[in-house]
C-alpha cells in the first residue's frame, strides 16, 4: 500500500512539474513575441471606440507598462473610461500593429491613459511584399519635402532623404498619379552612405502606371 501510494504522489509530482515547465516556457515565449512587437517610442496611435476614433500618441511602453496621452477632441480631453474596450492601431519596428485592448487606468495630472498589454497583436511586415524599384516619377512629396523613392509597395515606401523623420510619426505622403495618404514612418537607415527613410501607408496606396 506505501509503495502504492509513493508511486502516485511521484506521478502526480512529475505531472506538476511538466505543467509548470511547460506554462513557464509560453510565459516565456509570449513576453518576448510582446516585446518584439511592441510599439515604437512615442508613436502616433488611432482608437477606436464604440463612440468614434481618435488620435494619441504613445507616452511609454517601459515596466510592462503601455501608457497613451489622452486624445483630444475640438481643444478638449476625450473622456476615456476604465474598463472600455478599444482597438489600438500603431506601429512597432517591423510595421503596423492592430490589437484589441482595455483601459486599465487613467492619470488625471499627466492626462494619459494605461492599457492592457494584449494578449494577441496583428502585426504586418512590409519586408514580406513585393516592392518596385523601377519607379516613374520617383519624386514624392512627404510632410512638404521632397524624396526620391528607392522602393514601393502597395503598403510602404522606402526613400532618400537628407534629414532624418522621427520613428513613430504620422507623416503626409503626396504622389504625382495618386491621391495623398498617410503613413508611419517606421525607421531611418542608410544604404551605402545615403540616408533613406522607410514608412508604413496607413491604407494601401495605387501603384504608378507603367
Known sequence: MVDALRVLFVTILAFAITALVTWMAYQIARSRRVVKMSPISDASARIKTGGGIY?????RTTDGEWWLHAPLENGHYVPLRVGEEVV???VGAEGRLLFRTTITDRDAELKQIKIAIPEQIHGANRRAEVRHT???PKEVNVEGRKLKMCDLSNHGMCAETETPFIPGDWVKVE?????????WVLANEFRESVRVVRLRFEEPVQLPQK
Do not use: H
Open 55 to 59: 488620435r494619441s500618441r504613445f507616452a
Open 88 to 90: 489600438i492601431e500603431t
Open 134 to 136: 523601377n519607379l516613374s
Open 175 to 183: 504622389f504625382p498619379w495618386a491621391k495623398q495618404t498617410f503613413a
